[in-house]
């Protein structure tokens, strides 16, 4: 069976929908610190689960078979700002739990994601390549980049199956995010519905990598299904689908919302912002495991505000 540790996070809610759809309810075990949503709970195994609780973990894998596990638990790069130790503990310490259960072949593969917050501000900023400088500025950042060599070495000394993602800004409607600095482009939506109007934490003009959650989730079944020796990079794969700022997605807002307006106010958020690169090189996904993505800026703006309206 198949173990999602943070499943009542932004990406976990839709990666338990998607995962039990395709194998069956009773064949996702869905876990978080905190308790299920009814829907959740309804529709398959849940357990309450701490992401750092290794025994904890190994007690539920051998309760419920489980082969593989998506940890999906961590702390975003705005919350790890204002926690830095707390952030290290839970992103690090859950990830070094699985990797030492899957060491210990207790399961056979797991999926870890990292993210573009991975790159810094001496990164190259367009077409930010697979390898290139990478000197992270934020805890967050740090958490991801650390965790990037964890997972290759385990691969390297003990073959382990760890396969990761550098996921940008992802925009979706089903689960509030919490705690990222790219959440402006959800908030945005909610806000034109409800208020035609929105103040965003960062300037008109800055640009970052974005994805909608539909085909985050469906790169990131896809690297899970692939056959390992497509798997090239074991610290983590580049991905992207679209860049944007927030100019450009309230430009494509009004298309639908013609009284809609913005206004800015930079906050704290924008020097974690400006540390990050702008277009991401995601051709080693593409070429490896055939990776490609589906939704453009206008495309989501209107799956965003048909749902949420
Ligand atoms: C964040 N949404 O803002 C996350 C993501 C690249 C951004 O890591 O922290």
New binding site residues.
């Given amino acids: 069976t198949i173990l999602i540790i943070g499943a009542c996070g932004?990406i976990g809610t839709e990666l338990t929908q998607k995962l039990r759809e395709i194998y069956g309810n009773q064949q996702v075990i869905a876990s978080d610190i905190r308790e299920g949503n009814d829907e959740m709970k309804r529709s398959g195994p849940f357990e309450i689960l701490d992401a750092t609780d290794k025994e904890g973990i190994l007690k539920t894998v051998q309760k419920h078979q489980v082969t593989q596990v998506y940890l999906m638990a961590a702390m975003?790069?705005?919350t790890?700002e204002q926690h830095p130790q707390k952030a290290w503990e839970l992103n690090m310490n859950s990830l070094l739990a699985v990797l030492e259960l899957a060491k210990e072949k207790h399961i056979k593969q797991v999926y870890w994601p990292s993210?573009?917050?991975a790159f810094g501000p001496t990164s190259p900023k367009v077409q930010t390549p697979q390898k290139t400088i990478m000197e992270p500025s934020t805890v967050?950042g740090i958490s991801?980049l650390a965790g990037e060599h964890w997972c290759n070495y385990y691969h390297e000394k003990f073959g382990v199956d760890v396969r990761s993602l550098r996921?940008?800004?992802?925009i979706s409607w089903k689960t509030k995010?919490g705690?990222?600095?790219?959440?402006y482009a959800v908030d945005i939506y909610f806000k034109a519905l409800e208020e035609q109007k929105y103040e965003c934490f960062l300037t008109e003009e800055t640009r970052?990598?974005m994805m909608y959650m539909q085909d985050a989730i469906a790169a990131t079944i896809q690297i899970m299904q692939a056959d390992a020796e497509k798997i090239k990079n074991r610290t983590s794969y580049n991905l992207a689908a679209m860049s944007f700022t927030p100019k450009e997605i309230a430009a494509a807002i009004q298309k639908e919302i013609p009284e809609f307006t913005i206004s800015y106010k930079a906050d704290f958020r924008q020097q974690?912002a400006d540390s990050?690169p702008q277009i991401i090189d995601d051709s080693d996904a593409r070429n490896d495991w055939g990776w490609q993505q589906h939704f453009d800026l206008d495309a989501m703006t209107k799956d965003m505000l048909k749902n949420l309206s």
């Fill in positions: 932004q975003l790069s705005a790890a993210s573009i917050a967050y991801k996921y940008p800004g992802i995010p705690g990222g600095t790219t959440d970052l990598p974690i990050w």
